[in-house]
């Protein structure tokens, strides 16, 4: 909401100066410029991406208008008390818990929690790790290793969107150069028809240049920005995971693995040590 928010700011302050200092708003809808700017943007990101990727931004993209700026203290509870269910049970009969971590979506532990459920690559993460500490037997160590491997990968990959959309917003006042320049050159071919005409045309090449400056500043750098924070703020959700995971290999009770989890989220949005306990307790009498 926020995003929607701020172009809106930067589309009103900077339009609306322009109409209060006395420019005329026809003169800045320039089709060809915006033609000439937007398709060699479009063409430069399909010659550096491959498709995977081009889904990826469209994904992140549409995830900063959809998704909320930050995850709430009521999802990282829901978070909490799904691993605590989980880590009780494979406490108590380890065999028990496969058939909830190998269908999720049909378990009835996991379907109480339906903020966790539909994060996929959370649940993902959280049951194959589950996998692999009840088929065999790793050290907390080595455990460690495997998930940090496993976070890194998907956040090398993740963090290619923002880089990518990046780069296209560095790229834009350069081709808004482009489109500037190529509307000199109709110009110099208008020297004859008179002032008023050789300033449109002059006018009109110079929109090229101010919508690629915009558009760079504007709104590619702060996206890109935006959906770095997306993605720090979904490694914090992982991290909880991953903390309680490791305390479950040191053979820590599960309110104990779940201290730990809590203690990793960031303050704001932290539940306290009471509301866990609470919770946690009220759980085990349903």
Not at 4 to 30: N, S, T
Not at 85 to 94: E, G, I, Q, T
Not at 100 to 129: G, Q, Y
């Amino acid at each position: 909401m926020l995003s929607i928010v701020g172009a809106i700011v930067v589309i009103a302050c900077v339009f609306g100066g322009y109409l209060m200092e006395g420019g005329h708003l026809a003169v800045l809808i320039q089709p060809i410029e915006l033609l000439i700017l937007g398709g060699a943007a479009l063409g430069s990101l399909l010659i550096a991406s491959p498709v995977a990727l081009i889904k990826d931004i469209v994904t992140q993209v549409l995830g900063v208008v959809t998704k909320k700026d930050f995850i709430s203290t009521s999802e990282y509870t829901e978070l909490l008390l799904l691993v605590f269910s989980l880590l009780k049970l494979a406490k108590s009969n380890p065999l028990a818990i496969e058939a909830h971590i190998e269908k999720p979506e049909s378990s009835d532990i996991f379907t109480k929690f339906p903020s966790v459920l539909k994060n996929h690559h959370a649940i993902h993460f959280l049951c194959d790790t589950l996998k692999v500490q009840i088929s065999s037997s790793l050290s907390p160590y080595d455990l460690e290793d495997l998930m940090d491997a496993d976070l890194n990968s998907t956040h090398e990959q993740e963090h290619k969107v923002p880089t990518t959309v990046n780069r296209i917003g560095d790229a834009m006042p350069g081709l808004g150069i482009v489109a500037a320049v190529l509307g000199v050159v109709i110009t110099m071919g208008k020297l004859t028809q008179g002032k008023e005409v050789i300033g449109h045309s002059v006018a009109a090449a110079l929109v090229g240049t101010f919508l690629g400056i915009l558009a760079s500043y504007g709104f590619m750098q702060p996206l890109a920005a935006k959906i770095e924070s997306n993605i720090a703020e979904e490694g914090k959700y992982l991290q909880v995971i991953k903390i309680a995971l490791i305390a479950f290999a040191k053979n820590c009770s599960a309110k104990v693995c779940v201290e730990f989890a809590r203690r990793t989220i960031p303050p704001v949005a932290r539940p306290s040590f009471e509301q866990v306990d609470q919770a946690t307790t009220n759980l085990g009498k349903t």
